[in-house]
Each structure stands twice: as C-alpha cells, then as structure tokens.
C-alpha cells in the first residue's frame, strides 16, 4: 500500500515532489487532492483513479490558485480510444528511472467529466498538467495516459504543455466490436452513456442521420462509439497539428511492439536506451496489462477473438451493414 505522511505538503518545496501525487479534483472547489505514495504504487495500480492502491481517505487539499511553479519533466501523451491496447503501452513506456507512466490519473477523469457537464475548467488545466508532470527520476520523462473519455480535453492540456507531443493510440472497427462482446453484460451496460458522452457537443452529432442516432442494439451502439471517438481523434490532430500529434493503430502497434515501442518514445521524446525498452517490450507483451500475473500475447489475443467472431458471426454482420448504411458514410476520411 501507499503510505502517508500525515500532514500535507501546502504550497512550499515539499510539492515539488511528485512522490505527492494528485489523486483527486474537487471542480466545484477548485481544489486538488494530494497523497504521498511510493513509485511501486504507480507502477502496479493498474489505473490510478478510484482503483488505485493507496488509502485516498488520507489525501489531503491543496487550492488550485496555490500551485505555481513546480518541477517539470519532458511529457510524452498517451491518448487513446477504448479497446486499443493503450494500459499494455503505457507498461511498456513505464522504464525508470528514464521514465515513469500515469495511468489514467482520476484529475484528468474529473476534468473530462466537468467539461462534459459544461462547467469551467480552464483554470484548472495548466495546475493539472504541472502536477501530473514533475519527475520521478533526476532526468527522466513523465508519460501520461488519461481515460478514453478525456479526448474531450486532450487539446487543452497538450497547449498547456507546448513542448509536449502525444500518441493518440486507436483500433479498427472490427477490432472495437469484439472487445465489446468479450466485455460482460455490466460493461456492455454502459454503451449507451458512453455513446452519448463520445457525441456530446461535437459536429459529427450534427452531422449524423435520425437512425444513426437510435442504434437497434449494443452492438451497434458500440460502432456509433467507435466512430464518434474516431472523429474525436481527428479534431484533435486538427486542433494542434500532425507536428506533435500522432496516431498509432493497435494492430500496427501488436504487430511489433518492441520496434514500435522504441520508434514512439524516440517520436515522443523519451530518452530510454532502446535496447532495455525492446527487452522491456517484449517481457510485458508476453503477461496481461491489468492482470499482470496472467500470460497473454498475440496468439492468445487472436485465439479470443476467433472464438468470438464465429458465436456472434450473425450479430456483427447486422451490425457492420448497419453501420455501413447509416454511420460510416458520414465520417470524415481521416476518421475512418
């Protein structure tokens, strides 16, 4: 477990470390939440949100209007899609001390949800970013994985890091619909809402004909999803420009990770010897990303899927003609 000082750090040297991690956001507050953890914490929490492991009831506040300068490590962004690979890359960048990976930092969820919700968020981004970015090591890179669901902010917080690029890691159609059936049923639950978080606010919604709007089951609700997110990616690249973002496909990415792995952190910025990241790679391609004591690769990946494409062959053909005649013709080419 994490452990805890007991008093916190204010707004003296004590912030400069980032062994002080920023483990929650109050918005309404405009207040961060802080816990004193030990690396080991960052590196096996498979997320660091809610399901971190560390006693969150020990965090204590500090005001946003509080932190100044701090700091700052070089900052490789992980943005991703769902269903692409993106918690086996960040284990992968995850090389101390040359670098250290945040999965899925909850003040990064928070600030999503906010500007999903419609509230102000723009005084909060930078504070964010500065905490999430102080080293670990002497010298060494700090790369930040957010949930899928904070594509909403992505290009707020790579201007608040102006020196910063990103790989924003995606998935083919195909490959998104069966992760989704291999999901369980209070997983699948969930599309909807998703659905609608992944439109909200976005011309492509507008774009959209009525029946595209009203899928006929999950299945097909989880391709509205994955093109919606796909537009997302788009605007992105076209808010900040290919010069510093880049995205990477799943398939591209498994088809060899420790040569993509080495060619993304060079791109990124990360100064990991690339012989230990080639051996790093393949010693975490070969075990589960969130059950890091199960075997799992490549075979096994298409061994699943193979099951799943012949006891559900009817619904996903229902589903690609569907989304064949209703969503993918009005997604932009980029998207596709």
Not at 126 to 152: C, E, F, Y
Not at 172 to 186: H, M, T, V
Request: hydrophobic share 50%; aromatic share 4%; charged share 20%.
């Amino acid at each position: 477990m994490a452990t805890s000082t007991g008093t916190g750090p204010g707004s003296g040297p004590a912030l400069a470390d980032a062994r002080w991690f920023a483990c929650d956001l109050h918005v309404g507050h405009r207040a961060f939440h802080v816990l004193h953890v030990d690396e080991a914490v960052i590196e096996r929490s498979s997320f660091l949100d809610s399901r971190i492991e560390a006693p969150l009831d020990q965090a204590v506040a500090v005001e946003a209007a509080a932190i100044g300068a701090l700091p700052q490590a070089p900052i490789g962004w992980l943005f991703h899609t769902s269903f692409c690979a993106s918690t086996l890359l960040a284990r992968v960048l995850h090389l101390a001390p040359h670098s250290v990976a945040l999965k899925e930092p909850l003040v990064l969820r928070r600030l999503a949800d906010a500007r999903h919700a419609g509230l102000a968020i723009d005084d909060l981004i930078a504070p964010a970013v500065r905490l999430l970015a102080r080293p670990w090591h002497p010298g060494g890179a700090v790369v930040i994985k957010p949930t899928h669901v904070a594509l909403n902010v992505a290009a707020d917080l790579l201007a608040a890091a102006p020196a910063s690029r990103a790989i924003v890691l995606t998935c083919s159609l195909d490959e998104f619909l069966i992760s989704n059936l291999k999901k369980p049923p209070a997983s699948q639950e969930k599309i909807p809402l998703l659905v609608e978080r992944a439109l909200h606010g976005t011309a492509f919604a507008a774009r959209l004909p009525a029946a595209a709007l009203a899928p006929p089951d999950l299945i097909c609700a989880a391709g509205l999803q994955w093109a919606a997110q796909r537009e997302h990616v788009v605007d992105v690249v076209a808010a900040i420009g290919a010069a510093r973002v880049r995205v990477l496909d799943m398939a591209t990415l498994l088809a060899d990770l420790p040569a993509v792995a080495v060619d993304t952190a060079g791109w990124l910025g990360l100064a990991i010897p690339p012989p230990a990241l080639a051996d790093h790679a393949r010693a975490e391609g070969a075990r589960n990303a969130k059950a890091t004591a199960t075997p799992y690769g490549t075979e096994r990946r298409a061994f699943e899927a193979g099951i799943v494409v012949q006891h559900f062959a009817g619904p996903l053909d229902h589903a690609r003609r569907w989304l064949d005649r209703h969503v993918l013709p009005t997604m932009r080419s980029a998207a596709k």
